[in-house]
């Protein structure tokens, strides 16, 4: 049942619960500011307190979250978000305190040592903590990249990205001005070297955007000759930390050759995904790099703290003010939470989780790259009788009170199904989403239409996208 | 799958499909790429009295999970659009090779005349990209 | 601390599943080389220990009474109902919905959030958020130049200068030029090859600029120009004329004033608004109302997805994914538990309060405000000696207002005061004292 929009329960009725007691003259604003400047009306509701918080908790009945149920969304690392973070993102000296304030030594000491955390994480010299999402992130590493080739070889303007990479890569690069080769996966979903090499050649490219694991869930076994390749051609390699969680704890970006990299803290270090935000994508380099960080450069290097205003070879702000603060808190709160003991079982133990499912599922379903997978694995409606589409099963996963798994991507696999259940999942809960899958196989085989028109037992069935996209009601 | 062709029309490798007349040359998509779209649901068309070369994009079709360009078969001077598909973009899904025409152009090279494909040739590549 | 749920044995029972006896053989595809189990990292904690460690860092952040600092982030009281509504794990803990049928909680809250900013702004589309202020403001420049087709914008001094700083860089990617003016000058600067004018009103110095007069002005000077606005408190828009009414084509605003704790800077929230002819051009998400396929309820879902990068690639306008969702529930929150009134009381508040300070400081011996037009909730000040003024101000346990030449190195003894409803008072005379100390030490 949907509820109504709360602009029904509005009240004609003053509401000031909220506004401390006027304790100066009460002045006419008619007098202190010109009548032209002022609003004629003002058409938001006075809702009473009560209604509110019913919407609210009513609304939030009809939301699936974390800790409701797994995620199985592949790419997004949907893990559990711990309890003690939003204690920590609450304390009133870090969530009351100014960016502009002096007094900041304590805010600035978290940005620092989760700095120097992420590089011995991920093994990179310097990082910068402002960037307020991964695509952000992304911007904010080719920009690097940008500037350090219009300083040293301005002739590279062209990035590599594979045609498994993520939306945000291709559509970082053109936002930092570059222009985009795509490569073709190999029948393995493997980078091709020898159609690499012959790109490098042509001397104007800047380098290449990987993300490893891809989002094949597949470890490329020839990542180190790739990154050869690129930087014997002068060119730079950047890592898509998208898919960092499966080698957490296992083997580091930097050791792989790469040179940039964005992190996602709202996928592997566990801060809540917030319903679309607020993420946060630190972005790291090595050494020759670091003086093109975003200002302010507030970063560190092994030997210690350095804080620059202004950077003659930075690319500039990208965003105002520290980055997204409540959020770097919260993943400095979990990796001192893990400790090395911790940090080092999730690598392993997600890869576990995902080539348990995978074994199992492709009992039923295709699994176009059969292999060892590490933190996710695709598989494809491709045999699934009766005209049953990805989507379908989707949909019909809903019905049995979990939430699919990422659909139609990545584009390289046929009505993809991505699935990744991160390391916070129990077998138990495994097995449940196994034999459901199974079940649903069995329904697409003999009961198709229970697929063709789920969800049924959620809160609204299917809705009509294609009206909502030709005739689009943005408000009411 | 079966797809709608027409043996009158010409056609490209990306899928736009092509009526060669006297004063004006009308462009469309054909069958096979309104399929690959799915419902579409909105059109962003050129001006008219634009001029574009063969090869660029004159138009955008999208549809709720892809987007699609129109490209200029041809090289020439947009003179007319199909002001229609505006409000109803579903026009292309119903009748790609009628009603759903997208730009009428002057085409300013003949020459580039030999580059479409035919009716068979068309056919040809849309079974090739079918398996 | 541990968040994995599997024991040994359950471990084994998988391990023996795959065939495998060590979970390692699960990384073969590694090059050795690669395989590095050396981290020196701190020992794991436990939820005690980490409470007491971060507590104890947060504590050498100074917390005041009560702030006179303004500047693009702002202090104004949270209603309860904010943080019991954004605590509710269904929502924080939810992914983007892209599922709709089990996201319809999260959609709803979005669809009513891009109605009441629509509302207050009087603009005629919002979508369901950007990153912040300065990234939206960014972003409405480039959008500005895909819809003229034009590559330069011109900036009218007066925005926040992190914001200009921002935009520049997002500029400087895409190869759009930047030219920053005054607003005397528009005459002069103002050609054919103008994608769009920014502007912020209230401005960073506090000025309410007169925006019905600035868009009259541009159209007239070049009638296919975009006209952006940006805003760092838009709590004003309980009284101000707003930009739907003023003729702007996209608006953007800070949202951090609408329910979201100061926390540093960072999350804050991208409102980000435009005309509806706009609309097939916006960046970010976009939740729609439609029917449902097989029955007759009304729902939500996000709609004009073929704008965004996940379908459109490098085709997109924006890279944007994940935006602030969060953020803007706050806002949403915030704004229906404020309500028109509230929201009216709360602006009002904050133009008397900051007026009666201007009152009692100009008649302080070597005080002057520097503002020339009406303010809202900020405005300049010239000290006599500004270096002693905000000592004194840490002092008295005040939040002192921003030395201007933190951003502007020239403005010596220049400070921007903000004062907000919040500002009790007693706290208003305590500042009113020290201005008085400070000019009889220094002026005698």
Redesign the interface.
Known sequence: M??N???TKEVNK???????K??????D?KE???E?????D??????P?VE??RH?????????????GM?P?GS?T?????K?N???A????????????D?????L??IVELST?LC??TGMDGFTLQP?????G??TG??LM?KYFEKYDPMKNKIIIPDSA????????????FS?IELQSNESGEVPLDQLEFAMKQGDVAGIMLTNPNTLG??D?N??EITNIIHTYGGLCYYDGANLNP?L????PR??GFDIIHLNL?KTF?T????????SGPVGVIEKLIPFL??PCLFTKKEGIICKEKNSDS?????????????I?RA??Y???????????????S???A??MR??LREKYFLPYD??C?HEFVLSDKGIPNGVTTEDL??RI?DYGF??PTI??PLIVNGALMIEPT?????SNLDKFIQIMFKIHDEAQNYPELLK?A?KN?????????????K????? | MEYELRDDLKYTSTHEWVKIEETLTTIGISDYAQHQLGDIVFVELPDTGLVLEKGSNAAEIESVKAVGDLIMPLSGEIVEVNQNLIDSPEIINTSPYGEGWIIKVKISHTDELNDLLSYNDYKILIESEEK | MDFIPHDDDTIADMLKDLGINDILDLFKDIPKKLLNTEFDLPEAMSEPNLLKKISDISKKNKLYSSSFLGAGCYYHYIPSTVDFVISRSEFYTSYTPYQAEASQGYLQAMYEYQTIISRLTQMDISNASMYDGSTALAEAAIMSTIITNKSTILLIEGIHPEYIDVVKTYCWGQGINVKIIKEEDLYNEINEDISSVLIQSPNFFGDIIDMSLFSRKVRNLNPKCLIVQVMTDPSCLGILNPPGATDVDIFVAEGQSFGISPNFGGPGLGIFTAKEKFLRKMPGRLVGKTKELFGEQEGFLLTLQAREQHIRREKASSNICTNQALCALSALVYLLSVGKTGLKEIATQNVQKSDYLKKALVKIKGFKILNQRPTYNEFMIEVPNLKNLLIECKKNDLLPPLDISHYFPNMVNTALVCVTESNSRESLEKFINIAKIVSEVTTG
């Open positions: 949907i509820q929009l709360i602009f003053s509401n000031t619960n909220f506004i401390p006027l304790d100066i003259e009460n002045i604003l202190i500011i010109p032209k400047l002022l609003r004629k003002l058409v938001i509701p006075n809702v307190e509110i918080v609210f908790v009513q609304l939030s009945n009809n939301n699936y979250g974390v800790d409701t995620y969304l997004c949907m893990k559990y978000n711990p003690i939003e204690v920590v609450r304390l009133p000296h870090f969530s009351n305190i100014h960016p502009l304030q007094e900041n030594q304590g805010a000491e978290i955390l011995e994480i307020a999402a991964g695509a952000h992304e911007l080719l920009l940008k993520h939306g945000t890569n291709p559509a970082s690069a053109k936002m930092a001005g985009i597949l470890f076994r990542i180190l080698i704890g296992i083997s580091r050791d792989m709202h566990s809540p995904h917030g319903g679309g935000g607020p993420g975003p200002e690319i500039g702000r990208i965003k105002a003010f520290w980055g997204n603060f409540g959020v808190l400095y709160a990796i001192l939470a893990l400790g090395e003991r911790g940090l080092r079982n999730i690598g392993k133990v890869v576990l989780n080539n348990y074994i199992k292999r060892i590490q989707a949909k809903l939430y699919a139609y991507f390391e916070t999942e129990s077998k028109s969800p959620t809160p609204i069935g299917r809705l009509d996208a294609v009206t909502a996209a030709r689009p009601i943005l408000k009411e």
